[in-house]
């Protein structure tokens, strides 16, 4: 079989197009300037242009990029099945990197690669390349290897055990593990004496990483908080350690005791351990936080005052809404949007928007949000408060967020304040983008709903109401069509509930079993 029948039937009777890339023979002639990156002796790298460019699939149609910069990895091999077992190897991955085949005028066999696989020093193929980075492992190695000589413990055995832990570097995220100085460390404080003695330091210098997926070099970061343990058997105690987790090995000069410097776990204001080690964030102390502020704001309804502060002290996590009251002048450009039998809804800008936790730290910024104001709900029903309760405080879920309570100052009818779905209902938003609503955008949405609806459940609650109109897209575009929440949390009750005398929801939507006068469950849902 030549090259050419191959590619073809590897298009034909395998159907490999992944990532909608056309695997194809590419005439060599289609390739310009041609430069040599490396070369061993099995192969040699080239870069080039691909006058055509690769044939792929994007808005529903076939193209080619033309004038793409490739990769050539050309094969000094004289079997033509060794070699097709070596793009077999690569055809078999899932993030496919192959373009396709060739073969020179010295009838060598060719490889052709998206131009961004191999190292550019090396010209290995990167360890890591993905979302844009690249991390060649044997070129870090190096790199490590002949900084060996640039510090020292002054004990040869911890110098082996320092450059081994820096040789079991695996991804461009693994830390480099080092010999710190005692001196690096400032603000030294004690968390633990009782078996281990355990302090948190401030580390002047920082540990080496990249500081974003797109960084080509490591730098470090001034003034970072790390913890301190101290180790009688400090050898066996560093291989425990992941080398995802621990930064180094230091040495007090005053009782000549070895330390594992590893990241910060220690909360700075009670010294507990972090609920959340890589945010930095203490439960314990955030809800003490919310209790002592219990004081400074009223909804001047004691029923509401203590559904607030029920809800804010379930947060669990960092990235969890803070339940808040909020006076009603602090919206603005208000604007009615939908009007139905139970309530109004308005869109607004929520002047401060919500506590959000970002950067190791609580802030707010402006956000559009929608206003649900209940008619006649001056006197909180049963009704009221579930509906509150089933919509959600969990950041990226697939059930609304709410951000928390107001009032209208004219009617006194309570508000809830939402999130705002720029996308509207399912059924608007799959109206205008059908034609482009395909099984994998069909699947991802069934997912979106089967996620919300779990979590619904989880909380022993039966939704009752659930039809396209109540699940909303957040976003406008297809591009996000990622991310949709179920809402109308009204009709929402306990999963204990089985009053069958009363019938809720859209008619075409309720369950056959709820029709003939069954009870609503889960199922129904």
């Known amino acids: 079989m030549d090259l050419v029948e191959y590619a073809k039937n590897v298009v034909k009777l395998k159907n490999i197009f992944v990532y909608y890339i056309i695997f194809e023979f590419i005439p060599y002639n289609r390739f310009n300037d041609i430069k040599e990156i490396n070369r061993t002796n099995c192969t040699i790298i080239y870069s080039a242009v691909w006058n055509d460019g ?3 699939h994007n808005n529903k149609k076939w193209a080619r990029e033309s004038n793409k910069k490739v990769s050539l990895k050309l094969y000094n091999l004289q079997n033509i099945d060794e070699f097709l077992n070596e793009v077999k190897k690569y055809l078999s991955r899932n993030d496919n990197p192959v373009y396709g085949i060739s073969q020179n005028q010295d009838l060598k066999y060719i490889i052709v690669f998206q131009y961004d696989l191999c190292c550019k020093s090396c010209g290995e193929e990167y360890t890591e390349n993905n979302f844009k980075f690249e991390w060649c492992k044997k070129c870090q190695v190096n790199y490590l290897e002949l900084n060996f000589k640039n510090w020292t413990s002054n004990n040869d055995k911890i110098d082996n055990l320092i450059q081994n832990m820096q040789l079991k570097i695996n991804s461009k995220w693994d830390m480099v593990f080092e010999w710190i100085p005692y001196n690096q460390f400032s603000n030294i404080k004690k968390i633990n004496d ?10 002047k210098n920082d540990f080496l ?27 066996d105690e560093v291989e ?8 180094g090995i230091s040495r007090d000069p005053n009782t000549k005791d070895y330390i594992i410097v590893i990241e910060n776990k220690y909360c700075e204001k009670c010294d507990k351990e972090y609920t959340d080690t890589y945010y930095k964030w203490c439960k314990p102390c955030k809800i003490n936080d919310l209790k002592r502020n219990f004081t400074n704001w009223t909804s001047e309804n004691i029923k509401i005052d203590n559904l607030i502060r029920e809800i804010q002290l379930k947060i669990n996590n960092a990235d969890d809404t803070i339940f808040e009251w909020i006076p009603h002048n602090r919206f603005s450009n208000i604007k009615e949007i939908g009007k139905g ?9 929520w002047k401060d928007g919500p506590s959000s936790y970002n950067e190791y730290e609580y802030s707010r910024n402006q956000k559009k949000v929608a206003l649900k104001q209940l008619y006649n709900s001056q006197n909180i029903t049963i009704e009221f408060l579930n509906e509150i309760k089933g919509y959600s405080i969990k950041e990226l879920n697939h059930v609304l967020s709410i951000y928390g309570l107001s009032q209208n100052p004219n009617t006194n009818d309570y508000i809830m304040v939402l999130d705002y779905a720029e996308g509207g209902s399912l059924y608007n938003w799959v109206n205008k983008h059908y034609s482009k609503f395909d099984w994998s955008y069909k699947i991802n949405t069934l997912f979106n709903i089967i996620t919300g609806l779990e979590e619904i459940h989880e909380k022993q ?24 929440c179920i809402s109308d949390m009204g009709l929402c009750g306990r999963v204990d509930n089985t009053d069958k005398t009363k019938l809720y929801g859209v008619m075409p939507y309720v369950a056959p079993e709820v029709l003939r006068g069954e009870p609503y469950t889960q199922t129904a849902d």
């Open 54 to 56: 690769p044939l792929l």
């Open 194 to 203: 009782d078996f281990t003695r355990i302090y948190s330091a401030i580390w």
């Open 461 to 484: 609650l039966v939704h009752r109401d659930l039809h396209t109109g109540n699940i909303l897209s957040m976003y406008i575009t297809l591009d996000n069509y990622n991310l949709m």
């Open 209 to 235: 990483y990249y500081d974003n997926l797109y960084s080509k070099d490591q730098i470090r970061r001034l003034k970072l908080r790390v913890t301190l343990k101290y180790s009688q058997n400090i050898i």
């Open 341 to 349: 039998g139970f309530a109004t809804i308005y869109s607004a800008i």
């Open 240 to 247: 425990e350690y992941s080398i995802s987790n621990i930064y």
